[in-house]
């Protein structure tokens, strides 16, 4: 494998693409290509009821259009099911996989009291089932299938957020890698792509930060090395709010009518400390510009040139 940087963007296509996954596009295209590294695409497009085709091939596009390009064929997670079986035998083998049964209301009703999220951590009801137990079960009812984590803290050192720990039992616990209807977990799938990518450099957003122990610990009981991890600030709209499906005039239909491809590119990179200034700008310029110390840790804003005179 070779040493270079390897970065990736890895949108779910569950709605059209918007100016936050743009922006996490850019800083990681960025981070790559000032570093002479590698860039790959993939479409995260598991849950395939939710994601339909068109949507993935509107992201390719939207992309394309911005001027992004990418070094290999972008790959879509709904076509590597077997891969994912391969990798859940593999922890299954290592004893690590048990079979959950619990419903959606068993797991809300035994619920721990959480620390702060809307992370539930599973009271581990199904762990002690002896196989005969699972086996009378799974007649009636498909199981998930659930990682078992040890009481141990994970701890990483974030690209803009320095030291990340979280304990693994306490604060997340035991968690799904399939589905009961089948479908493979988020979790299991990028770090399975990410490891046979060669990807070694993951920028995504904060919105992400506290699945990385997670994520960290499938990977080095898979054997996999771990990637540098930079979890990129939330962008906001010029008023300081969570960008939302119901902003029309920041749909990128909308956008592209607008604006040229180099102008929102400016005003992304101006947001995120990139560009010292509001003005159209080119990824190849942005490349020779980027530099992670100008990437702060606090939220972005958009400017407000984007929504005014509309
Ligand atoms: N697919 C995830 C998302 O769109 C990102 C996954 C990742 O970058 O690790 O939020």
Redesign the pocket.
């Known amino acids: 494998m070779s040493d270079r940087v390897t970065g ?5 296509p569950s709605g059209r693409l918007h100016l936050g ?1 743009l922006l ?1 596009c850019l800083l990681a295209y960025l981070s790559v290509r000032s570093q002479d590294g590698r860039f790959l695409l993939r479409i ?1 497009d598991l849950d395939v009821p939710r994601c339909p085709h068109r949507l993935s091939l509107q992201a390719i596009e939207d992309l394309s259009w911005f001027g992004f390009r990418w070094d290999e064929e972008p790959l879509f997670q709904s076509e590597r099911s077997a891969i994912y079986q391969q990798h859940l035998e593999q922890l299954q083998k290592q004893g690590l996989i048990y079979p959950c049964f619990c419903t959606r209301a068993q797991l809300m009703a035994s619920a721990a009291p959480n620390l702060g999220d809307t992370q539930v951590v599973y009271q581990r009801t199904c762990a002690t089932l002896t196989p005969e137990e699972a086996e009378q079960l799974a007649q009636t009812r498909r199981p998930a299938m659930r990682l078992r984590v040890p009481d141990e803290v994970v701890t990483f050192t974030d690209g803009l957020y320095g030291v990340q720990s979280e304990n693994l039992a306490k604060d997340c616990g035991d968690f799904i890698l399939r589905r009961s209807d089948g479908l493979f977990g ?1 979790q299991l799938a ?1 770090v399975v792509d ?1 490891a046979l990518s060669g990807v070694n450099e ?1 920028v ?2 904060r ?2 930060l506290s699945a990385t122990p997670r994520q960290i610990y499938l990977l080095k009981k898979l054997g996999y090395p771990l990637p540098r991890y930079v979890h990129i600030p939330l962008l906001m709209d010029a008023d300081g709010r969570r960008l939302a499906k119901r902003d029309k005039d920041l749909d990128l239909t909308a956008l592209s009518r607008r604006f040229t491809a180099e102008e929102l590119l400016g005003k992304l990179a101006f947001s995120s400390g990139i560009l010292p200034e509001e003005r159209p700008s080119s990824l190849e310029e942005l490349t020779r510009l980027f530099d992670w110390q100008k990437v702060k840790q606090e939220d972005m804003r958009l400017p407000r040139s984007l929504t005014k005179d509309i």
């Open positions: 990736r963007f890895a949108p779910t996954n996490c995260e988020y990028v990410d993951v995504r957003g919105d992400i």
